[in-house]
């Protein structure tokens, strides 16, 4: 029986990696833990920072990549490394990478037309759907519940009652109703809200959903909108789409929420929005420049929370992608058509 070599190239809980193996005998799951940088923390791809291997490891390391059929992981999470394991494993047919972002990495990683022609990319989209609709709702309800005053009633040891905001009938403009938008959309209709949505590919019903949009609409509702969630990747066709005429037609008192890409929205028009007190504030997991820089006004905004590009990230967030990956291995062998498998030409 022909066995096809899966190589791990990303940091993985050896409990997982033999859950791969369990899925196929025909699949050669090849780990060596070794090689791999130590992850910071669960789930984490990147690993420590400086790690380097010995010239006897990098030459292990590149001997078990040449090898690979199947690539689980892009080594280092790097464009460029992508770039090196596609041109250095000629039987390569298939990336499992664990980015839902991935599409940004091929596109940096300049493949060309026949690389991308023999090698499918897969990425983890819908896999941190969960932990970030939680923190899109998170960030509703700390502006509905005034956690800017809170904190300044708490520096200032200050005990007055006041009332707050509800989410229940409020209205919410989802902008990207993907697998995160869609989660997005089910968590806020449980707390009574009414949710509209915003998607390129318009689909006849989707659950939670009033009603769908296409993003040609999208300067024509956010002015119905008490509050906005993005959950956009970054493609040509999203980059400054939540531009600064779009911002100035928001609903005054309006909440919004990014945890899709920041260079999706014109960052010093929705700072001029926040510092005019338009917008009652921002929950943001990403910002145009990562990290942000330390003189973003951003940082000082009290109606801004700011997290650093890790919504995305949980304890169950390796569990996920091994069983994405694992029904991506079961397609592979099948020949069918892989989940989550990155568009060359849209980058996505």
Known sequence: MSQVPVVIASPLEVELVERLRAVDERLDVRFEAELLPQPRYPSDHHGQEGFERTPEQEERFAALVAAAEVLFGIPAESPERLAWAVRTAPALRFVQATAAGAGQQVRRAELTTEELQRVAISSASGVHAVPLAEWSIFGLLAFAKGLPRLRRDAMRRSWEHYPTGELRGQTLLVVGVGAIGAEVARLASA????????????????????????????????????????????????????????????????????????????????????????????????????????????????NVIISPHTAALSWHENERIVELFAENLRRYLRGDELLSRVDTSAFY
């Open 191 to 302: 707390f009574g809200m009414r949710v509209i949505g915003v998607k390129r590919v318009l689909a006849e019903h989707v659950p939670h959903v009033e009603s769908m949009h296409p993003p040609e609409q999208l300067r024509e509702l956010v002015d119905a909108a008490d509050a906005i969630v993005v959950t956009l990747p970054l493609t040509d066709e999203t980059r400054g789409l939540i531009d600064r005429e779009t911002i100035e037609r928001m609903r005054n008192g309006a909440v919004f929420v990014n945890v899709g890409r920041g260079k999706v929205v014109d960052e010093e028009a929705l700072i001029d929005a926040l510092r005019s007190g338009k917008l009652a504030g921002a929950a943001l997991d990403v910002t145009a420049k990562e990290p942000l820089p330390l003189e973003s006004p951003l940082w000082e905004l009290e």
